[in-house]
């Protein structure tokens, strides 16, 4: 068989399994979610000698520290995605759930409920946890899925799913809802995405580079887990101890993800008040600092900031900062420069508070706290199968119920339209 030939299979395989999966019964789901939780922490000897495999060849090839970061799996992220298991588990099924119902004059009644999508293709790059992710909410909200995880965590991604599809076959659930597309390359990608008439959406995480090839190319509706450029801003009656605080954990806490901080903005106010210390701690954790004018006066041994960094996505110890002189040039920065993602403001002053949360447009927007909470199991959501930039559908974080689409079901006695 070729390699077309294979993902089309792959494909038709999934969809025929996708109206089987919509009749699954939550206790079902359920059971599989915390088998295969029990089955990564026994497992997770050979879990960690396959990822080995695989971080030690991107080391070879000069793969960055943050994306070997990514890639990298250690026995407490392990534990994490078998909690996550748990979490999904203990959530309420979306499934069947009445949105909305009305009895008509005429007797009808028409009710509007959630249902599966159908089948979900994941296009993903290094993190090989978002094998577990997606293919746990996916389950659980009634939808197959196929996933193409990127090259350099083959080994990583094909020990997971070989757990998944154990824990599949042991709780009575077809092994084909949940399928690794390995072959034809970039060309396979591309092959995936035309597939329309077997897949019902398409969610790929990764680089920007790789959301504008999906997006160029697919035939099948797409949300974009697009970058994430956030921003905090400081303001003029911001706590200074907070700020320090929470600048400095959305910056270095993990700055390979998303939700790190990428822009600090700081009013002009207390600038000059706030600055020194704020650059400090940054050096004292190896943060590279680029910086406008007015902040270069301030932080003399910081570098120049260009224009293109306003908009950059370091996902590493690098950070921009600006100095600007109100809350509305801030929320003008951000909505002309981010990405929609998360930004937040640091201040003791509710009005201006307010006006940034109402006018910023982003899908999640702090007062006083940092945006690396913007995550699925933060937010109590369990898990997540990726933080959505886009405004139709689905927004920020999305899991259980972003991955379900509704219909009407509509109930007579008989009667015709006259």
Not at 29 to 41: A, G, M, V, Y
Not at 93 to 118: A, S, Y
Not at 176 to 186: E, Q, T
Not at 375 to 400: N, Q, V, W, Y
Request: positive net charge; glycine residues 6%; hydrophobic residues 40%.
């Amino acid at each position: 068989m070729d390699w077309k030939s294979e993902i089309r299979n792959i494909a038709s395989i999934a969809h025929s399994c996708s109206f089987e999966m919509a009749g699954l019964t939550t206790a079902r789901k359920n059971e599989f979610l915390l088998l295969l939780s029990r089955i990564l922490i026994e497992k997770s000897d050979t879990i960690l000698r396959f990822n080995l495999k695989d971080v030690r060849k991107c080391e070879r090839q000069n793969y960055s520290k943050a994306f070997i970061d990514r890639l990298l799996l250690t026995p407490e992220r392990i534990k994490k995605m078998a909690t996550s298991l748990q979490n999904i588990a203990n959530l309420e099924d979306p499934v069947g759930k009445v949105i909305w119902e009305t009895v008509r004059p005429n007797g009808l009644i028409i009710k509007r409920v959630r249902v599966p999508i159908g089948v979900i293709a994941i296009i993903y790059e290094s993190r090989p946890d978002v094998t577990i992710e997606a293919s746990s909410l996916c389950v659980k909200s009634g939808n197959c899925v196929l996933l193409r995880g990127g090259k350099e965590a083959v080994f990583s991604n094909s020990i997971l799913v070989e757990c998944i599809k154990e824990a599949l076959e042991k709780t009575g659930i077809n092994q084909n809802v949940v399928n690794l597309v390995k072959v034809g390359g970039r060309a396979g990608v591309k092959y995936l995405l035309s597939l329309n008439e077997s897949i019902d959406l398409v969610i790929p995480r990764g680089g920007e580079s790789l959301i504008r090839a999906v997006v160029l190319h697919s035939k099948i509706p797409v949300i974009k887990h697009y970058k994430g450029v956030c921003h905090i801003y400081v303001d003029s009656e911001a706590d200074k101890t907070m700020a320090l605080n929470v600048c400095l954990n959305a910056k270095v806490q993990r700055p390979a993800t998303c939700n790190a901080m990428e822009t600090l903005l700081i009013h002009r106010d207390i600038a000059n008040s706030f600055l020194p210390e704020m650059a400090e701690l940054f050096k004292q954790h190896n943060v590279e600092i680029r910086a406008c004018d007015q902040t270069m006066k301030i932080i003399p041994w910081a570098k120049p900031a260009t224009q293109q960094d306003w908009s950059e996505e370091y996902l590493d110890l690098i950070i921009s900062i600006k100095v600007v002189n109100s809350v509305s040039e801030a929320i003008s920065h951000i909505n002309r420069y981010g990405t929609k993602h998360s930004d937040a403001i640091i201040t003791t002053n509710e009005n201006t508070a307010r006006k940034f949360l109402e006018e910023v447009d982003s899908a999640c927007v702090y007062h006083n706290a940092s945006t690396r909470f913007t995550d699925g199991g933060e937010f109590g959501l369990g898990a997540e199968i990726g933080i959505s930039t886009d405004k139709i559908h689905a927004r920020g974080p999305m899991a259980l119920e972003e991955l379900t689409t509704y219909k009407y079901l509509i109930y007579g006695n008989g009667q015709i339209r006259t």
